[in-house]
């Protein structure tokens, strides 16, 4: 007759769904670029997770993009997978870290897997001699600046579509060299058969590494929580946070020209970055968010975030 009874049977029953969620197959939402599914090949081989199903999702990124548009919120890539995760739809979802927006996600529990390599490189039709007047494509105004700073390139035009589309558009001549990010290549493949140069400069915060969504009760499922827990055991540090906090508090959005890394240096953490504008740029660094944030300020960087919209 104890009151206490009564719960029994639900207590059992949840200690059985997390017992039991560890066998169910692990649902995988994600775009349907080959891309955006080789990022899932590799997290699932990284992670050992033979039963999985993939959740093929269209996002209105997708669908802008198709369109021609180049000039929107990359958040567009991620919101609609993460509304399948909170609807229960998926269980996980497997994203490029550089398409996920700065501020968190309520409900969302998000986490990065660091890439290899976060270089861009510059793609050539034919010879791989570099001159300012050639044909260059990109449709991120970051690396549209940077090729206008650092390679004084005077014929930049906006070129869309995934990466076959935009190599494919390079071959037929519509374009005499194009900058993409090294590690999609790597991961497609690609890179050995392409005629390229590897460029210095730095990247987009969150280039080349994948986030990887949950929801924030990842921890009642079992599989969910082992993940959850191997990605965390991986991390030696995360500076990819630094990088976050900063775009954050400077309002920097998805077509901000701006690129951020955060490197190791003798157990140091230094941050490091720079802002572009149309005529000038500044460079920051910092050996914390707080003090990159502060070089910033003092450099009024701030002023070259809006000058293109």
């Keep these: 007759g104890d009151h206490r009874d009564l719960h029994y049977p639900l207590r059992r029953q949840r200690q059985m769904c997390i017992r039991d969620s560890k066998k169910m197959t692990l649902k995988i939402a994600t775009r349907s670029s080959k891309l955006a599914l080789a990022q899932v090949d590799e997290f699932v081989s990284e992670y050992n997770i033979s039963d999985y199903k993939i959740i093929k999702i269209k996002t209105e990124g997708d669908v802008k993009s198709s369109k021609g548009e180049t000039l929107f919120d990359k958040a567009h890539f991620v919101t609609d997978i993460q ?145 959850h827990s191997n990605i965390k055991n991986k991390l030696a540090t995360n500076g990819i946070e630094y990088e976050r906090n900063i775009l954050e508090r400077v309002d920097a959005g998805c077509n901000s020209a701006i690129a951020i890394e955060s490197i190791s240096e003798n157990s140091k953490q230094i941050i490091r970055g720079e802002i572009y504008g149309v005529k000038e740029f500044i460079t920051f660094s910092g050996a914390s968010d707080i003090e990159a944030i502060e070089d910033i300020e003092r450099q009024n960087g701030r002023r070259f975030l809006n000058e293109h919209n």
């Design 83 to 227: 509304k399948s995760i909170l609807r229960g739809d998926a269980d996980i979802a497997v994203h490029s870290a550089k398409d996920t927006p700065a501020k968190k996600t309520n409900g969302i529990e998000r986490n990065f897997i660091i890439s290899r390599t976060s270089k861009d490189v510059l793609v050539f039709k034919d010879n791989n001699n570099f001159n300012s007047s050639m044909k260059l494509g990109t449709s991120s105004l970051r690396r549209k600046l940077q090729a206008f700073h650092f390679l004084k390139s005077t014929n930049v035009f906006d070129i869309n579509g995934n990466v076959d589309t935009r190599l494919e558009k390079l071959y037929r001549g519509d374009y005499d060299c194009i900058i993409l990010a090294k590690a999609g290549l790597e991961r497609l493949r690609l890179l050995d058969e392409l005629n390229y140069k590897e460029m210095d400069w730095i990247t987009a915060s969150g280039q080349g590494t994948l986030a990887v969504e949950m929801t924030e009760s990842f921890h009642e499922n079992e599989k969910l929580l082992e993940i």
